[in-house]
């Protein structure tokens, strides 16, 4: 769920930006909108690992209750690491956004120099 509303928010802020960037043609905004387009496929890509996961582990339930152990336990492995995979997607998407802030920011600093 958390992932939608970020993903949500961003498709938000990117029609705005793209708005904003055919009045001014900003550069800083067109990078913007660059760095906003690899985080939406970041989290499209932590939603079906996220998703993955979620499947996989319902199934090593199933299959853990059909008293198949071995290859519920190796299932369930495998929706640890879709969860890894997903969690470690996000840690990245988060630090680009971090890096997408202080961009936005950069003007701020730069009158603040002159």
């Given at each position: 769920m958390a992932y939608t509303n970020r993903?949500?928010?961003?498709?938000?802020?990117?029609?705005?930006?793209?708005?904003?960037?055919?009045?001014?043609?900003?550069?800083?905004i067109l990078l913007e909108i660059k760095n906003l387009n690899l985080r939406l496929t970041l989290i499209r890509n932590m939603q079906m690992a996220g998703v993955l996961s979620l499947f996989l582990s319902v199934f090593a339930m199933l299959l853990l209750f059909l008293e198949q152990q071995t290859a519920g336990i190796y299932l369930f492995g495998l929706s640890l690491l879709a969860l890894l995979i997903s969690l470690l997607l996000s840690f990245w998407e988060i630090s680009i956004s971090v890096n997408g802030l202080r961009l936005h920011l950069s003007d701020l600093a730069d009158q603040e120099v002159k």
């Open positions: 993903f949500l928010t961003i498709a938000t802020i990117v029609r705005s930006l793209k708005k904003t960037y055919k009045e001014k043609q900003n550069d800083v």
